[in-house]
Structures are given as structure tokens and as C-alpha cells.
């Protein structure tokens, strides 16, 4: 008898051990990570904010496989690979939007392959759905979208604007370019999409003259109020600045208004201090002006620069002239990337007490060194000649992407947390 009762309690003690281990395990957060969060609070907000919606239940997936629908707050869209697909065709084409810069345009330009415009993003857990132009509008009636940043930012507003205008007649849309702000209006929705340039989100000698050259552009790391009253009233708001950041270990600011006259000098400070007291400016015009009932405010993580073939071992190749496929190999971080800079990014994101949904495109971007505008392009106003293109060790540009292309993919995902 002792010895049954003993196996009773046995079992008794292994279910309770059990029990414990799987209330463990459900209280477990499966999105932890080493990489910063999507979204960054601190606790003691000035605004009280709602909870950030799920994706819409009847957005439908690509049609991949079993895996998982898309949760934004599970999920890392950031970790999976580029899937070639003969069947994957862009939502546009270069001569069906008419809103593209000739920067971008790269078969216009003469870029013989389109196999970069049949590769899918497929994250590895989670299915993640294609552009719905019809949800995107519904989404944004009665709202302003604005985009704020440099090149790469208005490369993204011009996608997204794409993305969505061929839904709407002809008479009912509207673009109107200017510099620095320029809008598109969707009428039928009462609806705009907007970009205003901004490349260090702080006032700079480049805001209004952007051919400055790169060793004499000054930053004004204290100064935002310029740019930020146009920001005022917006209902979403989608920030980037990087690449401009990147023109040498050190740069020029200064300190005070440009407006105002009270200018002093600040010096030369080491890129990633500057980058911090630029971005700590940013966050604190947001914290002190942003009613978040009222705006959503999202950031856009660094767009990779492949200036150094050696990077995918590439010993002989010239940037990323005559790439035709994304690098296959999983975690490929190039020389382009700055991870201090986005190490600088989370850290400021994390003090600030409006909540910022930060979209980590970087890393599926990494891969893409095919999609770049290369020697497919214009500078200054005019497309490279025969002798630069047989030139691109100083012509190809690898900062920028044809269009449609990855940008696509950005606004993809954008949607995602939008909806």
C-alpha cells in the first residue's frame, strides 16, 4: 500500500511541476528579442493611447504557403528571405504612374533585366500581405499621410503614391510639387499623401539647396521649429534621415535659428554625437507637440547603401553595377549599415513618451544590391551619359532604388502597421 500511495504522490508532484512549467511558458513574450521593439512608450505619457490595432482580419495573404497571417506584435518582418517569382508583377509599372522621377525610372533609363522586379519579401514565420490599394485609401480617408526626410523618404512617397493612385479617376486626384512640400490629393476620399524635405529633420544649409556641397553642409542640431510647424496637424507622420549623415567622421553645426539670426558656431562634431543631438531635438519637438490620440508617428530604420562589392565577396565587382539578384545568404550586414546609428535610434526611441512605431527595413534591404537606380539614372538634371555609364566606379549611384522596386516592399509593410 505504502508503495502506491507513494507513486500517488509522485504523480501528484509531476503535474503540479507541469502545471508551473506551462503557465511559464504562457506567460512567455515570444517577440523578446535582442533587436530594439517596433514601438517604444515611455510610461509617463502626457496623452492617454489606445492600443495599436491588429492588421485587418480580411486582409488577405500572398497566397504563401501555411504559414501564419501577419501580427505585427508577434512577428519580425525584418528575418526571412527574397523568393524569386516569375509570376510577381508590380502593382505599377514605370509608364502607368505618371508621378516618378526620371531618377528612378531605371528600364526608361536603359536597364535591359526586370528580374528585380519579381522578387517577394516572405518573412519566415508569418505571411505577410500584399499592397491593398482600396484598404490603403479607406485607411487614409479623411487624413493627411506625410512623409519627412531626405531622397530615399520622397523615393517611398512617390512608391506609395503609385501604389494607390491607379485606383482613382483621373479627375478626381491631384498633384502638386513644390520644395519643400509636395502633395497628393485624392478628392473622391478627401484624403492627402505628402512629402516634406527634410534630409536631417533639424534645419541645415541644405534644406531649400541640396546640390550644396557635402563638406560644406551645416547642420543646426538645436533648430526644428522650421520644419516641425509644417508637421503640425498631420494625422500620420513617417520619418527618415540617415544617408545624409553619413558624408564623413565628422560634421559642421551650429547652434540657434537660421530664422531668427542668433547663429553661433558649434564646431565639428563626431557623426554619431551630431546624429544623437539631431535626433534628441526630433524627439523632443515630437514629445512636446504631438497629441498621439490624434497622430500616429512612425520612423523608417536606415536604407542601405553597397558602395564596396568586396562586402558580398565580390573581389573584382564595381559597387553594385551589373548586380542582377539579392545576396542569398541569411544575416548579410554590409559596410553601408551603420549599426551604431541605429543603436543611436533605439536609444532615443526609448526616452521618448509619444509612442513611435519603428519599421526595420534595413536588414531585408542589406540583400537587395540588384535593385539599386546604378548607372540607370540622371545626376543633376541630367541622364549619365554613354562615357559615365562606362564609368560606374564614380557614376554608378548604390544609395538609391529604382522604382517600382524595393520601395514597394517598405510600403508594404507600412500598411501592415498601418491597418
Known amino acids: 500500500m505504502r508503495s502506491s500511495k507513494g507513486k500517488i504522490h509522485l504523480s501528484i508532484i509531476t503535474v503540479i511541476i507541469c502545471s508551473f512549467a506551462f503557465l511559464v511558458i504562457l506567460h512567455t513574450d515570444p517577440s523578446k528579442d535582442s533587436y530594439p521593439r517596433t514601438k517604444y512608450v515611455r510610461k509617463q505619457s502626457k496623452y492617454a493611447t489606445a492600443e495599436e490595432k491588429p492588421a485587418k482580419d480580411h ?3 500572398s497566397g504563401i504557403d501555411n504559414r501564419i497571417k501577419f501580427n505585427q506584435k508577434v512577428w519580425r518582418v525584418d528575418i526571412g528571405k527574397w523568393v524569386f517569382d516569375h509570376s510577381f508583377n508590380p502593382l505599377y509599372t514605370e509608364r502607368s504612374c505618371p508621378y516618378l522621377e526620371r531618377q528612378v525610372t531605371c528600364i526608361k533609363n536603359g536597364r535591359q533585366d ?4 519579381r522578387w517577394e519579401w516572405r518573412p519566415d514565420d508569418c505571411a505577410l500581405p500584399r499592397f491593398n490599394a482600396n484598404l490603403a485609401l479607406e485607411k487614409l480617408r479623411g487624413k493627411r499621410l506625410m512623409f519627412v526626410g531626405d531622397s530615399l523618404q520622397r523615393g517611398q512617397w512617390r512608391s506609395f503614391v503609385c501604389l494607390v493612385e491607379w485606383t482613382i479617376p483621373e479627375n478626381k486626384k491631384s498633384m502638386k510639387l ?4 509636395s502633395v497628393f490629393k485624392a478628392t473622391e476620399y478627401n484624403a492627402t499623401i505628402e512629402f516634406y524635405w527634410a534630409p536631417f529633420l533639424v534645419e541645415s544649409n541644405a534644406d531649400l539647396n541640396s546640390r550644396v556641397d557635402m ?3 551645416i547642420m543646426k542640431l538645436d533648430s526644428i521649429a522650421k520644419h516641425g510647424k509644417h508637421w503640425v496637424g498631420v494625422d500620420i507622420l513617417v520619418f527618415n534621415t540617415y544617408v545624409w549623415w553619413m558624408t564623413g567622421p565628422r560634421l559642421k553645426t551650429l547652434w540657434g535659428s537660421f530664422e531668427d539670426g542668433e547663429v553661433k558656431y558649434g564646431g565639428e562634431l563626431d557623426y554619431l554625437l551630431a546624429y544623437r543631438v539631431g ?3 526630433w524627439a523632443d519637438w515630437i514629445d512636446s507637440n504631438i497629441d498621439p490620440s490624434k497622430t500616429r508617428v512612425f520612423f523608417i530604420t536606415m536604407s542601405p547603401t553597397h558602395q564596396r562589392s568586396e562586402d558580398w565577396g565580390k573581389i573584382n565587382g564595381t559597387k553594385c553595377f551589373n548586380e542582377k539578384k539579392p545576396i542569398l545568404k541569411k544575416t548579410h550586414w ?8 541605429m543603436s543611436v535610434v533605439a536609444s532615443v526611441g526609448e526616452k521618448m513618451r509619444v509612442p513611435v512605431t519603428f519599421i526595420n527595413i534595413t536588414q531585408l ?3 537587395r544590391i540588384d535593385a539599386h537606380t546604378s548607372i540607370y539614372t540622371e545626376t543633376r538634371g541630367n541622364l549619365l551619359t554613354e562615357e559615365q555609364k562606362a564609368d560606374p566606379l564614380h557614376h554608378a549611384d548604390c544609395v538609391h532604388w529604382c ?5 514597394d516592399t517598405w510600403n508594404q509593410i507600412f500598411l501592415t502597421y498601418l491597418l
Open 334 to 341: 554590409g559596410s553601408g549599415s551603420d549599426k551604431r546609428m
Open 403 to 407: 522604382l517600382p522596386g524595393l520601395p
Open 114 to 117: 526586370s528580374d528585380y522586379l
Open 215 to 217: 563638406k560644406k553642409r
Open 365 to 367: 534591404s542589406e540583400y
Open 279 to 281: 535626433l534628441e531635438t
Open 178 to 181: 513644390g520644395r519643400p512640400h
Open 59 to 61: 486582409l488577405k495573404s
